[in-house]
């Protein structure tokens, strides 16, 4: 999909707030309501836009434990490395995944209660698995930014 810089405008804004409505898009980006409504619909429909979902706080949730794990496999064939990754991404504590380059072979990153769950989450899923040769975690102490917004290119 070839995206115009309106549609880069538009996206730049929206994705900081998708609540914004589409006129107050449009007055800032000089379109009609209804060019902004039919950009963002064509967006979703070419998966540029892939959800629109709610930002929520860890901690308020009483889940206050964040760890970033690192993931060393044995066997890193294309079945292996799908079989681990379905099984990671299957589990509502693992908010990433990233298959890397370097010393591990995936990275998550893994939101839980506290470190009895963390060490419930390293039971079911890392130490039996007799794919995973290794792993190390560092638990987060401080997030100074979290984001999901893109520097978008205008």
């Not at 996206?11 to 039919?38: F, K, M």
């Amino acid at each position: 999909m070839s995206l115009d810089k309106l549609d880069l405008r538009i996206l730049s804004i929206y994705q900081h707030d998708t609540r914004t409505p589409a006129e107050d898009i449009g007055g800032q980006v000089g379109l009609s309501t209804a060019a902004v409504q039919r950009r963002l619909k064509r967006m979703r429909e070419e998966g540029v836009i892939v959800a629109e979902t709610a930002q929520l706080d860890a901690r308020r949730l009483g889940l206050g434990l964040t760890a970033i794990v690192n993931v060393d496999l044995v066997d890193e064939s294309a079945r292996a490395l799908q079989l681990f990754r379905d099984k990671v991404i299957a589990r509502s504590d693992v908010q990433q995944c990233y298959g890397v380059t370097g010393a591990a072979d995936y990275v998550l990153v893994v939101i839980v209660a506290d470190m009895a769950a963390y060490e419930a989450f390293c039971e079911d899923c890392l130490l039996h698995d007799t794919n995973v040769r290794s792993f190390n975690t560092q638990v987060v102490l401080e997030s100074a930014k979290r984001s999901s917004t893109l520097g978008i290119p205008l």
